[in-house]
């Protein structure tokens, strides 16, 4: 009797254990498609102090005519220089992002993850821009990126992004 009910008692956790699983990785899932949501929103919004909490102070950048840095601190700067540059030179610009086809995938026992999506940013100015600056909206190419992120302190952070262009930019 005893260890017909230890079988039994066995064999629910087995069948319990996949269901805990996959719901802690639908939670996970969930959370990094937030932290997604949450990128594209603060770069429409152009604030890369807030965007930078959402990475760990290592991560890595790699994008298309800019190369690869490493001091996150200093990348991010960088990114809100330009972003102010370019707000002074069209008051009123907005974009709007929009990321499609989201691929995640879970390594070393769930506390890595790879995202993968493509990006496509629409960029509305002023009727008064300048004439290079509407040229060069018009041609903001799509692009593919690839974050690592990691678990830490029970949440996820960017700690490498990759950006590639899907089309040459005129």
Not at 17 to 38: E, F, G, S
Not at 80 to 103: C, S, V
Not at 142 to 157: H, M, N, Q, T
Request: glycine content about 4%; overall charge positive.
């Amino acid at each position: 009797m005893i260890t017909v009910n230890r079988l039994a008692l066995v064999l629910t956790a087995t069948l319990l254990m996949p269901a805990v699983a996959t719901a802690q990785r639908q939670t996970d899932v969930d959370a990094i498609n937030r932290l997604i949501d949450q990128f594209g929103v603060l770069e429409d919004a152009m604030d890369m102090p807030a965007q930078a909490r959402l990475m760990a102070p290592d991560r890595v950048w790699i994008a298309p005519g800019v190369g690869r840095r490493t001091d996150q601190a200093t990348n991010m700067r960088i990114q809100q220089a330009a972003y102010d540059a370019l707000k002074k030179q069209a008051p009123g610009i907005q974009t709007f992002t929009e990321d499609r086809d989201r691929l995640i995938k879970f390594y070393a026992n769930g506390s890595v993850a790879i995202a993968s999506f493509y990006r496509y940013t629409t960029v509305v100015l002023p009727p008064n821009a300048p004439a290079d600056l509407v040229k060069a909206a018009a041609a903001v190419p799509p692009v593919a990126i690839s974050l690592v992120l990691e678990k830490r302190d029970g949440e996820w952070k960017i700690v490498h992004t990759h950006v590639s262009n899907l089309a040459s930019a005129n």
